[in-house]
Each structure stands twice: as C-alpha cells, then as structure tokens.
Antibody, heavy 116, light 112 residues
Framework: EVKLVESGGGLVQPGRSLKLSCAAS????????MGWVRQAPGKGLEWIGE????????NYTPSLKDKFTISRDNAQNTLYLQMSKLGSEDTAIYYC?????????WGQGVMVTVSS | DIVMTQAPLSVSVTPGESASISCRSS???????????VYWYLQKPGKSPQLLIY???NLASGVPDRFSGSGSETDFTLKISRVEAEDVGIYYC?????????FGAGTKLELK
C-alpha cells in the first residue's frame, strides 16, 4: 500500500524557519517525481514545487522560490520541504504528493501555522 | 502562469442525477505529443485531494466509471453521472503542461 506521511508542522513565529518531512512507503520512492502542494484555510490548492528522481531537477512556483527548498533522501525514502522567512501568508496545510500522470497519491497533510 | 477558471463555483445535485463541471485554461494544454495535460481532483470534506481523471479523459485507478472527462485544447468538462452521496466535496481541475502547475479555484458539489 502506498503511503505518504507528512510531519514537522506546528506553530512557528513570523520570520522563522521550519522543515517538513514526508515519509514514503509501499512503492519504489526513487522511481518517482515528488511534489508539494499547500492549501490555506478555506482556500484552494497551490502548487509549491517538484523534484525529480535524482534531485537533478527541482522546480518551484516563482513566488516561493527564494523562501522554500525541496530536497529528498532516496536512501531514507523521504521528501523534505525547508521553509524560511515564514509569514502569516504561509499558514496552510502542506501536502506531499507523488507524480504519476498527475498527483496520484497524497499524504494526509500537515498544518503549519505562522503566528506570534 | 496558466490560469484555470472553473464554473460553477458550486452545484447542487439530486442523488441519481448527473452533474457537469467546466474548466477553462488561459492557454492550450495540448502538447505537441498529443497529450492534453489537464487533471481533475476531488477533495472530500476533511480529506486530502484524490486524482479522478488524468490527461483530460483517463480514469484514475479505483475511480468509478460514473466519472468522465472530456474537452478540447482549452475547455474541459468533468461529468458525473448518477451522483451519489460519496461524491460530495470540492472538485479541482489542474494543469501539468507548464510550471508552475496551477489549479482552478474549485467547484463545490452538494446534494439536494
């Protein structure tokens, strides 16, 4: 069974950093592109970015390129999202997802709240 | 960025009847390889999104064949025949032709 489990969320002060993890299981992690999508409270889906199998290609939505960094550890079957200079606009549920003709599997999401 | 515009914002359907949701892209999603890179997702209340349709008209694994996708280069339709209670939620179209990938604002489906 394919499983994606995010962790590392919580309450963080404005201007601080936070690193999210996404533990993958049930499939060959290093065969797939992976991505991050977020959803602000009561809002729609926003694509954050993607990373290919060997981390040689990483793409971001332009507005987040200087704040967020996507990485992966294929030995640990884990995807990461390093977030810096967080502001209230970054308050959202963060999902990791597997690319396979679209996002075919999603994690349960992890909540990040940016507030003083 | 490619803008995805969905209509309507919400739809109320009697169980057993059909429903259609439209999505329009600001640019053709037809690649030179013949694939149209539009996708449909359903987010049930309190849940993560799930893939329904990929590449405009292909049913994702495990999705009932009551769901179907169609369209042209810029205009797309998700049709749900014989709506059931489990179909309630927010439907999103999305495009993977270009980065950044973008989604529509969503269409909320409710039951009458």
């Amino acid at each position: 069974e394919v499983k994606l489990v995010e962790s590392g969320g919580g309450l963080v002060q404005p201007g601080r950093s936070l690193k999210l993890s996404c533990a993958a299981s049930g499939f060959s992690f290093n065969d797939y592109w992976m991505g991050w999508v977020r959803q602000a409270p009561g809002k729609g889906l926003e694509w954050i970015g993607e990373i290919n199998q060997d981390s040689s290609t990483i793409n971001y939505t332009p507005s987040l390129k200087d704040k967020f960094t996507i990485s992966r550890d294929n030995a640990q079957n884990t995807l990461y999202l390093q977030m810096s200079k967080l502001g209230s606009e970054d308050t959202a549920i963060y999902y990791c997802a597997r690319y396979n003709s679209g996002f075919d599997y999603w994690g349960q999401g992890v909540m990040v709240t940016v507030s003083s | 960025d490619i803008v995805m515009t969905q209509a309507p914002l919400s739809v109320s359907v009697t169980p057993g009847e059909s429903a259609s949701i439209s999505c329009r892209s600001s640019k053709s999603l037809l690649h030179s390889n013949g694939i149209t890179y539009v996708y449909w997702y359903l987010q049930k209340p309190g849940k993560s999104p799930q893939l329904l349709i990929y590449r405009m008209s292909n049913l994702a694994s495990g999705v009932p064949d009551r769901f179907s996708g169609s369209g042209s280069e810029t205009d797309f339709t998700l049709k749900i025949s014989r709506v059931e209670a489990e179909d309630v939620g927010i439907y999103y179209c999305g495009q993977l032709l270009e980065n950044p990938n973008t989604f529509g604002a969503g269409t909320k489906l409710e039951l009458k």
